[in-house]
């Protein structure tokens, strides 16, 4: 049942007790607006809807994704460090909000400011995605409950652009891997081959190392990546000559370049003097991609070895050329 007792001068602080339950406490500048309140607290309990959301009220947007940053970007590829910046941008333009007080609303309006100040509409996608993850996080793995649920799935995504669609063309694999070989990094025609074999995104070739790879079994495991969910991926003979050929280092890793932005610097070094243009690290997956298809691998098969998880996605990173097409109808 509920109680009510003044609070100062001008207050009212309503109480509501019910068996089973914790006493849930509210304060109103009326009795009216307490009576009502309680009124609504109790009929939520009696018909098993009630969430207690004193703890989602104390926590903010701040605390949640600092938590989520220390516990779980640890598990992802490269410790989570294409996130950080996403993080930080949240946290400025949200960070102060608590759980219960963010709503669709403010998520729409850090979407616009965003895509206005001239982000690209796929980078907003994955700071939105982001706090999703945070959020869905705190319900499952913390158990805040969260009375308005996952906000983030009520906000529209911004519309994105055609995906990319370059694919090495005529000779340009051979001048890569030529101009490689007489680079001062000499590991990079390796890397190349390796992205061109297993699709694998930049950060986790660059963390490969020697315990996660059994040329017996032609297998590498990954266990961080960016969606969090290991996997492990077959080699192809070209990718396991190509590790077999390679020196063992005494940090146990398989590169040198271990730091994915060193590993895009090389590349486009090497295709400024390969003579080739518009073409970039991350495009190496969208071309492995295809080849599988193109190999003759059905979609699961695919997602088992790119670790997509969207469908959609996997299709934007498939470039099917009309030409291979034809000479397979005949």
């Not at 910046?85 to 965003?114: I, K, M, N, P």
């Not at 025609?189 to 070739?205: D, F, H, K, Q, V």
Request: net charge positive; proline share 3%.
């Amino acid at each position: 049942m509920a109680t009510f007792e003044k609070r100062g001068p001008s207050q009212i602080r309503a109480k509501v007790r019910k068996l089973g339950h914790k006493t849930v406490t509210k304060t109103f500048n009326n009795k009216k607006d307490a009576e009502i309140w309680a009124k609504g607290v109790e009929t939520d309990i009696n018909r098993g809807t009630f969430i207690p959301s004193t703890v989602a009220q104390r926590t903010t947007v701040r605390t949640a994704l600092e938590r989520y940053q220390k516990e779980v970007f640890p598990r992802l590829a490269q410790g989570g460090r294409c996130e950080v910046s996403r993080a930080r941008r949240l946290v400025d333009a949200l960070g102060e909000l608590s759980l219960t007080a963010l709503d669709s609303s403010h998520v729409a309006a850090y979407r616009d400011r965003q895509l206005q100040a001239g982000a690209a509409p796929q980078s907003v996608k994955h700071d939105i995605g982001l706090l999703g993850r945070v959020l869905k996080h705190c319900v499952i793995d913390w158990g805040i409950p969260l009375t308005r649920g996952i906000v983030t799935s009520q906000v529209r995504k911004p519309t994105l652009p055609s995906g990319r669609d370059r694919r090495l063309v005529n000779d340009e694999e051979t001048r890569l891997l030529d101009t490689a070989k007489k680079s001062k990094s000499k590991e990079i025609g390796s890397i190349i081959i390796i992205a061109l074999e297993t699709a694998a995104r930049r950060g986790e070739i660059a963390a490969m190392t020697w315990e996660h790879i059994n040329l017996a079994r032609r297998t590498w495991h990954i266990p961080h990546t960016k969606n969090g969910t290991p996997r492990t991926v077959p080699l192809s003979s070209r990718a396991v000559e190509t590790l077999q050929g390679l020196p063992r280092r005494i940090d146990g890793g398989v590169w040198a370049l271990q730091r994915a932005d060193g590993i895009t610097q090389a590349f486009d070094r090497i295709c400024q003097q390969a003579g080739i243009n518009g073409l970039n690290f991350h495009d190496l997956r969208h071309e492995a991609t295809s080849r599988f298809f193109e190999k003759g691998l059905n979609i699961m098969e695919v997602a088992s070895i790119t670790g997509h998880k969207d469908l959609k996605m996997l299709k934007r990173y498939t470039h099917l050329r009309a030409e291979d097409l034809a000479v397979k109808l005949g």
